[in-house]
Structure formats: C-alpha cells, structure tokens
C-alpha cells in the first residue's frame, strides 16, 4: 500500500472505503422513518473533561442542509445549541429561530423536538432546582421560553434530561425539596403550554423527562426511567397526562439495567413517547456511541417490542461521532451508516415477527404441555420444550447475520 502523504489521499482511501461497504438506503427511504437529527450530535466538536475539540464548529445551517442530504428529515436542539444565554427571551432569539425555520422549510424538513439545557452554563452549578429561588425562577423562565420556541418552531415534543439535578457533596440538599422545586419547573412549562397551544392552535406540546444514573452530578435524585415514571405518577404534576418519558438506550445500560425491560415498562405504563438512540457499554460513562455498534443483538430485540407494540415516536440520534471522525466524516460516514444500521435492524425485527422458526417456537412455548399437576410432574412435562428458548436466541442470531436469507455456514 503506498503511503499517504496529503489530505486528499486520506479523503480518497476513506472514500473508496466508505463506497466500497455499498448497501446504503436512499436519502427517499431514510425519510420515510421517524429518525430525528440532534443539531448538538452533528455539532458536537469532540471536547470533554479530558479531550480537546477534535472538529471545527458547524452551524445550524449547514447541519439541516447535511441531514437533508442524507435523509434525516426532522431536525431538534437545545435552545442554546442555537441561541446564546443572553439572547434567550429577546428579539434576537426570534430572529435566529426564524431564520433557521426558513432553512428547515427550504429542506422540506421539520423541527421535532427543542430541549431546554440546564447543565451547562454556570448558573446551574447547583442545577435546575436549586435552593436559591432566583435560580428556580430563572429555571422556570427557561423552560416556558422552550415551550414557546416549539411553538414556533412547529415542535411536537419538548424534552428535559435533568443531569444536574443532585448533587456532588451528600447532605448539601434536601432531596424532596428539590424534587418539589423539580415539579414546579415542568408544572409551569405545562401550564404555559396548555395556554400557548391554544393561542396558536395547536396541541399541547408532549413533555418528555430524560433520565441518566449519573454524570455530571455524583449523584441523580431521578436517575432511572423508572425513577422518571413514579415521580411523573408521584401527585406533584398538575398535568402528569402531558408528561412522558424519553429513554435513552445507553442511558439504562449505565446503570446495569436491560434497556429492553426498561423501554417495556414505559411502554406499559403509556409513556414511551420519545426514544434516545445509541449504543455503549453496562456499568461504564456515557459513551454515546452510535446504535448498532457495540449491541446489534440487543438491538435487534428492542426494535421487535417496538415493532410489536406500537411504539410510533421518534428514533432520535443522541450519539457522539467519535473523535477519530472528521468534520467530513461526520456526515459522509458517521450519520449516514448510524441511519442505515437503524433502518436494517428495524427490517430485521420485522423478520423476527414474521419468522416462522420463531413464530412456531413462541406458540408452542404459550401453549405449554398439558399432563401434570404437581410441582414434580408438570416441570417434567414440561422438560423438553424449554429448549426452545436458546434455539430462539439462536435463531435471532441467525437474522442477525442474515443467515435466513443466504448466508451460509462454509462447509
Ligand atoms: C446527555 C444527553 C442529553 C439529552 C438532551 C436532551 C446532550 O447524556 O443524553 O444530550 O439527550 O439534553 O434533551
Ligand atoms: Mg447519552
Ligand atoms: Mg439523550
């Protein structure tokens, strides 16, 4: 192999690489699912406690014209993704906000979600519900300008990931206090909501609380999704009906927990409204790899609940490209094959519905084998057919490498 000794070189062996892979979905197809484009997760420049930026900025222009190449076609950010503190709430916030809705209409793309952050600035060091009521003011000023923002933006969802709700030093605040003060900030977002959506003629927004075990806080008074749930059901809500959940795939992996369990109780309980999708470790810090590289198996299981129980919110990219990709790469390999492992798993587990192997294995399964009344006897009876449950994970593997449709063992 010859060596590489300028930048065009490098552009043309990862070129000719990235072709070389084929198989990727029209920019047509890839619209066709409800695949949303965080402007954070394309801007993302590669910093972190102990990286430097890796990556130049990118504008939120040139971030919806890149996803409207590739097919992504909904769009959402963090209020200050796009408008600095100082202009929130001004003349200025409304100017940029509509310049990049004219952008987005230009795309035939629409903005899906806006997010409200309350972790990066300094005014949150003691987080969203701090003790000062200034802060929580100022929270709640926040929040309400958010909901405005997706009216205007023609949003459907508002989500909130409170990280920095906790604490680093234990004993510094009183827990039911601050999940109090919590509820008062997504009461007032609700309140405003319902208020705003009727000036405008149109719905209320759907309010989606994002839960993380920890990082940046030591630790977080709402940490699960299941944490997220009780405290929605806890009676502090004045409008818990327009408040869900946004799951994030790795998010549940970080504190040990089956993402697929987790999804399945917001599910049950009607509040899977918004769904966060990558891939990392269990036990490890929010790698926020993107989907399909680390869990294709696990994967491939959660778009069958999905697929199955009718989950119909958005599939939203929240990754980081790693710091090895380029500017370039970011969106001629990382968003583009991020879309298309999506889609194929979400083909895939329509395979899995639809298998007979699987679908012959499961009823038999739910049937179960008449014959005994005992303890003793009917775990006899029953000895056999509980095979069926490694040959289904076998199966599933099978789908996964595409054996079901050629791919075969060499002999
Ligand atoms: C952090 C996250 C956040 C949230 C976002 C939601 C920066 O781990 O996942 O992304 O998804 O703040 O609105
Ligand atoms: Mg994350
Ligand atoms: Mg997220």
């Known amino acids: 192999m010859a060596t590489i000794t300028s930048q065009s070189q490098e552009i043309s062996i990862v070129d000719r690489l990235v072709s070389a892979c084929g198989g990727s979905y029209s920019a047509q197809t890839r619209r066709k699912y409800f695949i949303t484009g965080p402007q954070w997760a394309a801007a993302y420049e590669g910093q972190a406690l102990f990286h430097a930026p890796t990556r130049q900025p990118v504008t939120p222009a040139q971030v919806i014209a890149e996803y409207d190449k590739i097919g992504i076609g909904y769009w959402c950010t963090h209020d200050t993704d796009v408008i600095p503190t100082e202009a929130l709430g001004t003349d200025r916030q409304w100017e940029i906000l509509d310049a990049i809705r004219k952008d987005l209409q230009k795309h035939e793309m629409k903005c899906s979600m806006v997010t409200c952050e309350t972790f990066h600035h300094a005014v949150w060091a003691a987080g969203p519900a701090a003790q000062s009521p200034e802060v929580r003011a100022y929270a709640n000023q926040r929040v309400v300008n958010n909901v405005e923002i997706g009216h205007f933006m023609g949003a459907q969802y508002a989500v909130y990931w409170p990280g920095t709700l906790g604490y680093m030093l234990q004993g510094a605040i009183d827990e039911i206090e601050t999940l109090e003060w919590y509820a008062q900030s997504i009461n007032a977002a609700c309140e405003a909501d319902i208020k705003l959506a009727k000036k405008n003629n149109r719905p209320t927004l759907k309010h989606c609380m994002e839960a993380k075990p920890f990082e940046p806080q030591a630790e977080i008074l709402l940490p699960t999704t299941d944490a997220m749930l009780a405290f929605i059901q806890s009676g502090k809500l004045t409008h818990p009906e327009m408040v869900g959940v946004n799951p994030e795939y790795l998010h549940e992996l970080m504190w040990g927990g089956a993402p697929r369990a987790a999804l399945a109780r917001a599910l ?132 996964l490498i595409g054996q079901n449709r050629g791919r075969k063992f060499s002999v």
Request: hydrophobic residues 40%; charged residues 20%; negative net charge.
């Open 268 to 399: 049950m309980a009607g509040k899977l409204w918004h769904f966060d999708i990558n891939d990392g470790y269990r036990l490890k810090h929010d790698v926020d790899i993107a989907v399909g590289l680390v869990n294709p198996l696990d994967w491939l299981c959660i778009l069958v609940l999905l697929r199955s129980h009718g989950y119909n919110g958005p599939f939203n990219l929240d990754y980081k490209p790693p710091r090895t990709t380029s500017n370039k790469g970011v969106f001629s390999i990382s968003f583009p094959t991020a879309v298309d492992r999506f889609i194929t798993l979400w083909e895939m587990a329509g395979e899995v519905s639809e298998d007979p192997i699987i679908k012959e294995a499961t009823e038999a399964l739910k049937q179960g084998v008449s014959g005994g009344k005992t303890a003793a006897e009917i775990a006899k009876a029953h000895a056999e057919l509980g095979s069926l449950h490694e040959l289904i994970g076998h199966r599933l593997f099978q789908i």
